[in-house]
């Protein structure tokens, strides 16, 4: 992910897109399984998340191809992140849709 992309937030956290501002890891852009700070755009009138918050989360889908080491490829639809508190522990208690299991 690049700074300034749009993300679907996949868990019940109350968020429904946010914006990515920063990496965590690279200075390139965030890549499956990585940390990321991203600004809330969206989200619904009673979540934990309210709009406009700056939250970390974990990418859990993302459209740009990743490449194994036995040659396989995933790849998905759409970018989406599930959303973390500062010690790693998901905000939400339900993730929807596939997601990356990321045995490399």
Do not use: W, Y
């Amino acid at each position: 992910m690049q700074m300034m992309t749009v993300l679907k937030v996949v868990d019940n956290s109350g968020a429904k897109k946010v914006m990515c501002i920063q990496a965590l890891k690279g200075n390139k852009g965030a890549r499956l399984g990585d940390t990321i700070i991203a600004s809330v755009k969206e989200a619904f009138p009673n979540g934990k998340v309210k709009k406009g918050k700056l939250v970390s989360g974990v990418v859990v889908r993302a459209a740009m191809q990743r490449g194994h080491c036995d040659g396989s490829e995933v790849k998905f639809d759409d970018n989406a992140m599930v959303l973390v508190d500062k010690q790693g522990q998901a905000i939400g208690t339900r993730d929807f849709g596939p997601e990356h299991e990321g045995g490399e």
